[in-house]
């Protein structure tokens, strides 16, 4: 699909899109648990369908009920020997150390970029749990044999934080006394929520400075009903939108969240955008922006949407964590500076930092996502501004985390128009 997005003014409010973090840790913690958990507000991107219908192979009952999820569960049980994680890639380092649980051999694949995404992490760390695991270069697919045994561990938490979240719910699940550390661990907000989903669903885990996680008793996961609160990570787009080419009400977002983007207000404050924070509802509007200076290292997909408002911003922004961006959807620092530089905004990338020169003037272009969902959004936010209309090619991509943003943009006074592309 393509989408032609033509430069207009930004008004109106509008309520963000379920948390795909937060959903996908929910059905995890579903699967774990013993009965019927009810997830009020689920997110239904294909990250999160794929999460679901991950569970339902592990052996969980999966129900729409009106607007809510209900899923029964007796725990890992799978009903099958393969099982797919679609393209997400917390869906495939998450759900690994929860198939291993199993007491049989099962094949754990994906698709997309996930295939190209490294599973090294597994082969040095499962073995030493008891878990046979076979890949294929280091690649997918995986195959695992179980079931994992909790033991003390020292990890690396340099490459993901997902790798450790996947650890730290199948432990949840099987640990009596044990302790797992970590070195160099990095987006530790992505922990924090894990920790607090975790706890939700009765699963208590002692944590000392996001270097040492303490499992001091046998727990279980118990059923609960879980509500999935609003995504910075898509409400981001909407958020620098407004700054750059209006004003805008986006409602259901807490700024109380664990959710590591919601630092995207940081970056908004520091670039001079007008902001009134409430407890669930962001007001951001238009002002003078000047460039401004952001460590993203905790919160890397923040750089897409960061990129739309530095090129709005009077100056260069500089923006440190480009080392956190070779294994997204698309290796997102290169990305970035092609298709920005196609809307004639120079991108400069040096060694972990990425400066992005301000202020210049956004042309229109054709662009393309890369089959990157994020890359699809900053082109979008950037074409309000523009000279002329951007032409979005593989506009599609937005499906994997956030279906409705063109229509929220829409909603909000974007010109958005669709058009189908005829193999």
Not at 148 to 168: M, N, P, R
Not at 255 to 282: C, H, N, R, Y
Not at 395 to 407: C, L
């Amino acid at each position: 699909m393509k989408v032609i997005v033509s430069p207009a003014a930004i008004t109106g409010s509008v309520t963000a899109n379920p948390s795909k973090s937060a959903m996908q840790r929910a059905v995890a913690a579903a699967l774990l648990a013993k009965g019927k958990t009810t997830i009020h507000n689920p997110g239904l991107s294909n990250d999160c369908l794929a999460a679901l219908e991950v569970a339902e192979n592990l052996g969980a009952m999966v129900k729409r009920v009106n607007e809510n999820i209900e899923i029964t569960s007796r725990g890992v049980e799978p009903f099958y020997d393969e099982i797919n994680c679609g393209e997400s890639g917390l869906g495939i380092r998450m759900f690994t150390p929860i198939v291993a649980l199993a007491d049989r051999a099962i094949t754990i694949n994906g698709h997309g970029s996930l295939v190209t995404r490294p599973m090294h992490f597994f082969e040095e760390v499962l073995p030493q749990l008891d878990v046979k695991i076979k890949s294929r270069e280091g690649k997918l697919p995986l195959e695992i044999q179980g079931p994992l045994q909790a033991k003390d561990i020292t990890i690396d938490g340099s490459l993901s934080s997902q790798f450790l979240t996947g650890l730290l719910m199948a432990f949840g699940s099987v640990a009596g006394k044990a302790k797992i550390t970590v070195k160099d661990l990095k987006s530790k907000p992505y922990i924090a929520l894990t920790l607090q989903i975790m706890e939700h669903f009765g699963v208590k885990v002692r944590n000392e400075n996001f270097e040492y996680f303490y499992f001091d008793k046998k727990q279980e996961y118990k059923a609960v009903e879980y509500t999935v609160e609003g995504d910075w990570s898509g409400a981001a787009f909407l958020l620098v939108a407004a700054a750059v080419a209006g004003k805008a009400e986006v409602h259901h977002l807490n700024t109380l969240s664990a959710q590591s983007d919601k630092a995207i207000m940081e970056a908004l404050e520091k670039a001079g955008a007008e902001m009134l924070p409430g407890v669930f509802t962001v007001i951001v509007g238009k002002r003078e922006l000047k460039a401004f200076e952001m460590d993203a290292t905790d919160c890397p997909d923040l750089f897409p949407p960061l990129v739309a408002l530095a090129a709005n911003c009077q100056g260069i922004t500089k923006i440190k964590g480009v080392s956190r961006l070779a294994h997204k959807e698309s290796d997102r620092g290169i990305t970035l500076q092609q298709e920005f530089g196609k809307m004639g905004i120079r991108i400069d990338l040096e060694g972990d930092v990425m400066l992005v020169h301000g202020g210049t003037g956004i042309k229109g272009a054709a662009v393309h996502s890369h089959n990157d969902h994020r890359i699809a959004m900053a082109c979008a936010v950037a074409a309000l501004t523009a000279d002329g209309p951007v032409t979005i090619s593989n506009a599609e991509a937005i499906n994997k985390s956030y279906p409705e943003f063109y229509d929220h943009l829409a909603k909000l006074g974007g010109i958005v128009e669709k058009e189908e592309v005829t193999a």
